[in-house]
Each structure stands twice: as C-alpha cells, then as structure tokens.
C-alpha cells in the first residue's frame, strides 16, 4: 500500500484546511486508517482514526470538536477536517494505514505498517 498525502498549507488561527489520504496499491477499505503529527521537536502524536467499514471513529482530545475523520471507500482515500485551528496545531500531518485488515482503533505508531510522507500543516498569523 502506498499513500499519499496532501492538502496541507497556510492557514491563519481560527482557520479550517483539509487534508487528504489517497491509497494505491490495494484497497484499504478493511483498514483502519488514521492520522498522526509531528512538531518540531516532538513525538510523533495519534490525531485522529476510522474503522473498516466506518464503523466508528477516535480522536485525540486536543482533535474532539475540532477535527473530523472521513473515508471515501470508492475513492481508497481518508479526509481530516480541521476547524477552529491554533497555532500548536502547526505540525507535519501524516496518514497510515494498520497492517491488519478489520482490526480496532490504536493511538500507537507501531500499530500502523503503512505511512505516507506527511504534509505540512502551518498556523500562524
């Protein structure tokens, strides 16, 4: 599976971007997908993630209310809105993809097998 992010940008606080995960390779509709971020500096954090299926999605606290997770099966591709953006949302956002078919929902990287290269996400005034 190979996936490819984009969308990322400038944005001013309060602002709303989207970003967008297109998988090849294979279908991922069995998998679960999810986002993480990474700032400068710091770890390599879980944002957000969907269910096979939609059967039921996760988010951070920092993402609840503000970030929304979506998948378009017939596309292969995963979407995360995100509203109401802060400056600490500044961070490169990357999407992957868990190994297994039909599993559950992690926060952990190491749970994740597939990864894209990430697209910067910059929030400042």
């Known amino acids: 599976v190979q996936l490819q992010a984009s969308g990322g940008g400038l944005v001013q606080p309060g602002g709303s971007l989207s970003v967008s995960c297109a998988a090849s390779?294979?279908?991922?509709?069995?998998?679960?997908m999810g986002w993480f971020r990474q700032a400068p500096g710091k770890e390599r954090e879980f944002v957000a993630g969907?269910?096979?299926?939609?059967?039921?999605?996760d988010y951070a606290d920092f993402a609840k209310g503000r970030f929304t997770i979506s998948r378009d099966d017939a596309e292969n591709t995963v979407y995360l809105q995100m509203n109401s953006l802060k400056p600490e949302d500044t961070a490169v956002y990357y999407c992957?993809?868990?190994?297994?078919?039909?599993?559950?929902?992690?926060?952990?990287?190491?749970?994740?097998?597939?990864w894209g290269q990430g697209t910067l996400v910059t929030v400042s005034s």
């Open positions: 992957a993809a868990r190994l297994e078919s039909m599993a559950t929902i992690t926060t952990s990287t190491s749970s994740y097998g597939y």
């Open positions: 390779g294979r279908t991922v509709s069995r998998h679960v």
């Open positions: 969907i269910g096979w299926l939609m059967s039921r999605t």
